[in-house]
């Protein structure tokens, strides 16, 4: 078992039973990602003329739409509250004029991910109190097994069978994978002095700001006509 | 002149562009990006957009921004700080949203498209929203009317629109400032009735047919209508400075109850088949919402008197989110002061960009631009080359894997699809699948601009057959049963089948219309329990082959009328590419895909 293996079981699985809720928010969690992935590759398809990697990836795309319902499934068995029916934000993963090399790259990046998916899968199946639950990672990560080794077929066959290639590009895709889980785990607590910051700037400011901001609620229809109006004509000016 | 609209940052992010003068594309980044309402910066819509008219980011001479983002800031600023010290979650949201955006968005925009910051313009929301609708309603002149939950500090406008020999004017006669907004009342009833903001106003609307309207009172003492037709919130019940999911207080909940909890059942249907009885929390919350549309349809009305009192003017161009409320709308045209009404097809957040670049244009263009009319299908066309590449991989048994619906197993050779280059036999397989009871998914062309479903990304059904509806709900849109269907049809059709309003412009589904009762079991499936329908009449000339469709199922049928809905799963935005309409036709119950003349069908085990 891995270390972040171990990590999962421990704290995932305390985490979890304390608070029920939080296997909710990551069962949720979860079928965003899976949704994601799934965007992630479909917008792969329009990239390549190889219709044999087009169904292939089409085919994938299903797989983890599937998978997130699975999830959203899950989570809304357990929830008490309307969870997010979609994902907040998608970034893209590959540009929308990639070129063979770059989806090359792209795929290294999946078969990484999905490994690691795969093996998280696992150890939060086994970290789970619910039955249910259990059941999704297993089932997700069952499927991500193998999607793990189709993409290293595509990888091969992208790069035309050379195993060095292959090999260096997963390594560069485990890198940014590690870099990402980093940057990720970082984000939380790089918003703590930020709202530490922030606290003492609202304790100071707001104490002296709030009337003025009251008075400023109370603006009249005929204020804001005037202040619209001037902002219009502001618009329209044309500058000398 | 390239005019780029860009609009991001809230809900509903989206991309548009105008060249020379003329709307060509306008697009919400939803479509491409897959996350409904997405509100980030629009890189793919834009894309699409200068793919569409074959330009390069440098061709762009100006952009134009849907709001001013720092007079948003002050806004949002002032708001959170007037809460203090109970608001600091919505302080420091609005900080990190000034950090990360608010003062940067002419930099990003410009670094994104490796252009000149200089050339980005900032429109106000409002004026954005003016020119969005003025265009659409394609006049010389009209009162112009946006009722929106906010822009920077305004929550609705009206202006006196003309076109001039020297160009648009744009003559502002009354705005109404934050907090005392239309849309903010209503959303808070939306999450009050536990529907989510932005999203499920429509499931307000659809609630409140089955109610009546006993909490008129309540309401009103809520949202004061003036008597010059002006609205203002009673500010006692809301809160509207802290971050909470519900913007409402003890007071309100005094009023009106316990908030309708997530999970509780509604057991409303549409169809008027509910086996159950509503218990008494339910006819409370359908109460609550009939009294929300009462008082929502009387404050839109009241307000456009006022437009009419202050402009003279006979057309009346609406706009802003408010004017999604079709009920609302209907209403609007049976108070009959204009001779015309015109809604544009995305007049909420989604159209900011189109109305921000039209805006602009009418400042940078010359006067004498000729303008091309503004039609729904902005959208990226559909290739249905780069699905049927991918039809052959997947076997058809297995294509049951892919849905927790779990439908009918595929027959081994189940899955059929050819290209038919003859448009009458596309439409006599589509209508002969339909005509069976067949739900199809209707992929044509270009896909339309805002959230209705006009014949370009449409699942089309029987109208007079319920149980078809019923298992389009169950198996495809899993959708809640109390929300009604729409329908498409022609203009005779129209006239046979409903009471029609002089003035109102029925080509964009913007507007219920009631049902004449000796004719209503041919739209039965598309019915409100009120008797209401939400019509497209679609005009042979602006869409000929899905009118020629239409047509073929009066004769088949025996009227011009089908159900159309937007052709997208729950919590999803409307398909835009042929590959998005083929990964639900894999997912859901559908019986067809028609993408242009590509003909796929599902043939089940017997």
Request: glycine letters at 6%; aromatic letters at 8%; proline letters at 4%.
């Amino acid at each position: 078992m891995s270390f972040r293996g171990l990590l999962i079981r421990v704290f995932s699985g305390l985490a979890w039973r304390i608070r029920p809720k939080r296997l909710t928010q990551a069962l949720s969690e979860f079928s965003h990602i899976e949704k994601d992935s799934g965007a992630q590759l479909r917008a792969c398809i329009g990239l390549t003329d190889d219709n044999a990697l087009r169904g292939y990836l089409f085919q994938h795309v299903l797989e983890e739409y599937f998978h997130a319902e699975l999830f959203s499934t899950a989570a809304h068995k357990r929830a008490t509250q309307q969870p997010m029916l979609t994902i907040p934000n998608r970034v893209a993963m590959i540009s929308a004029d990639a070129d063979d090399q770059e989806i090359a790259e792209f795929f290294a990046y999946v078969h990484v991910g999905e490994a690691s998916v795969n093996r998280d899968f696992r150890s939060y199946a086994a970290a789970s109190p619910s039955k249910d639950a259990r059941r999704v990672f297993l089932r997700a990560g069952a499927d991500e097994g193998r999607h793990e080794a189709d993409t290293l077929d595509v990888l091969a066959t992208l790069t035309n069978g050379d195993k060095r290639a292959v090999k260096k590009m997963a390594s560069s895709a485990k890198w940014a994978l590690r870099r990402r889980q980093f940057s990720d785990a970082m984000h939380g607590i790089g918003k703590l002095p930020l709202h530490v910051m922030l606290g003492l700037v609202y304790a100071f400011f707001g104490l002296m700001a709030r009337r003025s901001a009251q008075t400023r609620l109370r603006f009249t229809d005929k204020q804001s006509t005037a202040i619209l109006s001037q902002q219009i004509d502001a618009f329209f000016e044309v500058p000398q | 002149m390239n005019i780029l609209g860009v609009s991001y940052g809230y809900h509903d992010a989206s991309a548009a562009l105008v060249v020379d003068g003329s709307l060509v594309f306008a697009s919400a980044e939803e479509r491409h990006s897959r996350v409904k309402h997405d509100p980030s910066f629009p890189s793919s819509a834009i894309d699409q957009a200068l793919k569409h008219a074959g330009l390069k980011p440098s061709d762009i001479d100006a952009v134009a921004f849907h709001e001013d983002p720092i007079n948003k800031l002050s806004r949002s600023m002032v708001s959170s700080l007037s809460g203090w010290p109970f608001s600091f979650s919505s302080f420091a949201a609005t900080a990190q949203e000034a950090i990360q955006n608010s003062f940067w968005v002419a930099a990003d925009i410009a670094t994104h498209l490796g252009i000149d910051s200089k050339v980005v313009h900032s429109v106000p929301h409002h004026l954005s929203h003016t020119a969005m609708a003025f265009h659409g309603a394609q006049c010389s002149a009209a009162a112009v009317m946006t009722i929106d939950a906010v822009g920077e500090w305004t929550c609705s406008t009206i202006t006196k629109v003309k076109k001039t020999p020297k160009g648009t004017q744009y003559q502002l006669c009354h705005a109404s400032p934050f907090p005392h907004s239309l849309g903010l009342f209503y959303s808070a009833f939306t999450a009050f009735l536990g529907f989510r903001v932005n999203h499920g106003e429509c499931s307000l609307m659809a609630l409140a047919s089955f109610g009546e309207p006993r909490f008129k009172d309540e309401v009103e003492a809520l949202l004061h209508v003036t008597k010059d037709g002006t609205h203002q919130l009673n500010l006692d019940y809301f809160d509207f400075s802290s971050a909470k999911n519900l913007p409402i207080n003890a007071r309100f909940i005094q009023s009106f109850g316990a908030p309708r909890p997530f999970k509780s059942p509604l057991v409303f249907s549409a169809f008027g088949d509910a086996t159950d009885t509503p218990c008494e929390d339910q006819r409370r919350y359908a109460d609550v919402a009939s009294s929300v549309q009462y008082v929502t349809t009387a404050a839109v009305a009241a307000y456009a008197a006022k437009a009419h009192k202050e402009t003279g003017l006979k057309t009346l161009a609406y706009g802003g989110g408010v004017a999604l409320n079709c009920v609302a709308n209907a209403a609007l045209l049976r108070q009959g002061r204009f001779e015309r009404v015109s809604i544009p097809t995305d007049p909420g957040d989604g159209g900011g960009a189109a109305g921000a670049a039209l805006a602009l244009s009418d400042k940078l263009d010359a006067p004498s631009k000729t303008q091309v009319a503004i039609g729904p299908f902005l959208g990226s066309i559909a290739d249905a080359d780069s699905a049927e590449s991918i039809l052959g991989a997947l076997s058809p048994e297995k294509w049951h894997r892919f849905s927790l619906l779990s439908p009918q197993p595929l027959a081994a050779d189940g899955l059929k699809w050819e290209r038919l280059s003859d448009p009458a036999e596309v439409i006599a397989r589509a209508i002969a699948l339909i005509a069976s009871g067949g739900l199809l998914a209707w992929v044509q062309g270009r896909f339309e601009s805002g959230p209705r479903a006009l014949g370009g990304r449409s699942i089309l059904a029987r109208a007079d057959d319920i149980s078809v509806a019923q298992r389009l709900s169950k198996r495809v849109k899993l959708r809640a049963g109390f929300r009604p269907y729409a329908a498409s049809m022609t203009q005779g059709a129209a006239e046979r089948l409903l009471f029609l309003e002089p003035g109102g412009d029925y080509r964009k589904m913007q507007t219920a219309a009631k049902v004449r009762p000796e004719h209503a079991h041919h739209i039965a499936a598309a019915m409100h329990i009120d008797q209401t329908t939400r019509p497209q009449v679609v005009s042979p000339t602006e869409q000929p082959h899905f009118h020629a469709l239409l047509v073929a199922s009066g004769k088949a049928m025996g009227e011009e009328v089908l159900l159309n809905t937007s052709l997208n799963e729950q919590g999803e935005p409307l398909v835009a590419s042929a590959i998005d309409a083929l990964a639900m036709f894999a997912r859901t119950d559908l019986d067809a895909l028609v993408i242009n003349d590509l003909f796929i069908s599902k043939e089940r085990n017997a």
